[in-house]
């Protein structure tokens, strides 16, 4: 497989499969998703990886949710103890204590394997249902998406 054939997938399943649904419930970002709620954050990371030996590709995500006040003690914290180190002003995944999606799944850290030809709107749907049922009641937890 061309390397520049397991890219176009990747960036067809996010542009054209996976990003439209997450902006219909309320995220903004590309491949780092946010959703602001009332009294804090969800977050979303995916990462895409391929390989021309295997003739794969592989993406995963990553979730986190923080509260409002819990990522502004986290800012404050890092500009008294760790001031080289640069947060940004707004929350993403990796500073939000991430959870892996096949961690939640199955325990192991698996990616979603598939080849560029791969149907990507039923990979798409295979990957949202996992979103739905490991990492939304995780977020939901955390942050609520409804006052209480």
């Given amino acids: 497989m061309a390397p520049h054939a397991a890219l176009a997938a990747h960036q067809s399943l996010m ?5 439209p649904v997450l902006h219909e419930r309320g995220y903004v970002g590309t491949s780092l998703f946010r959703r602001h709620l009332p009294t804090g954050w969800h977050l979303l990371t995916f990462h895409g990886s391929h390989s021309a030996a295997s003739g794969l590709a592989r993406v995963t995500f ?3 949710a923080i509260t409002d006040a819990a990522w502004e003690e986290r800012r404050a ?3 008294e103890h760790t001031p ?3 947060l940004p002003k707004l929350p993403s995944a990796t500073w939000a204590d991430p959870e892996r999606i096949g961690e ?3 325990g192991i850290d698996q990616w979603y394997e598939y ?4 149907d990507l709107a039923a990979l798409s749907a295979r990957i949202l249902k996992d979103l739905d049922r490991y990492a939304t009641p995780y977020m939901e937890k955390r942050v609520p998406s409804k006052a209480k």
């Fill in 104 to 106: 939640a799944r199955t």
């Fill in 62 to 64: 990553d979730f986190a």
């Fill in 77 to 79: 914290w890092s500009a």
């Fill in 84 to 86: 080289a180190v640069k």
């Fill in 15 to 19: 542009r054209d499969h996976i990003a």
């Fill in 115 to 118: 080849k560029p030809t791969a």
